[in-house]
């Protein structure tokens, strides 16, 4: 059984920063692209970046672009989504998920775990 459990979210006064990470297991972490998308109050899912099985293609929405940075170590089954200069706008509920890029990210049927809240106030 595919799991992904995030964690790392908490609250944080704007332009400060968090690490979120996501453990993985019950796949081949390191066959797969993986992505993070989050959801903020009253909103519809949205992407956020995605990176391919050996972290040779990188991607990020432009609402972060310059602010986050993803990461895996395969050795670990891990993904990380480093996230500087915060913002307020950035509240919302982080999940990682099982998918090599946007498209994948945010179909209905793809994997993702239980979400770490951020929260960032001003």
């Known amino acids: 059984e595919v799991q992904l459990v995030e964690s790392g979210g908490g609250l944080v006064q704007s332009g400060g920063s968090l690490r979120l990470s996501c453990a993985a297991s019950?796949?081949?972490?390191?066959?797969?692209?993986m992505s993070w998308v989050r959801q903020a109050p009253g909103r519809g899912l949205e992407w956020v970046s995605s990176?391919?099985?050996?972290?040779?293609?990188?991607d990020y929405a432009d609402s972060v672009k310059g602010r986050a940075t993803i990461s895996r170590d395969n050795a670990k089954n891990t993904l990380y989504l480093q996230l500087n200069n915060l913002r307020t706008e950035d509240t919302a509920m982080y999940y990682c998920a099982k998918a090599g890029d946007r498209a994948e990210a945010l179909w209905t049927q793809t994997v993702r775990g239980q979400g770490t809240q951020v929260t960032v106030s001003s």
């Open positions: 990176i391919s099985s050996g972290a040779g293609t990188i």
């Open positions: 019950g796949f081949a972490f390191s066959w797969y692209g």
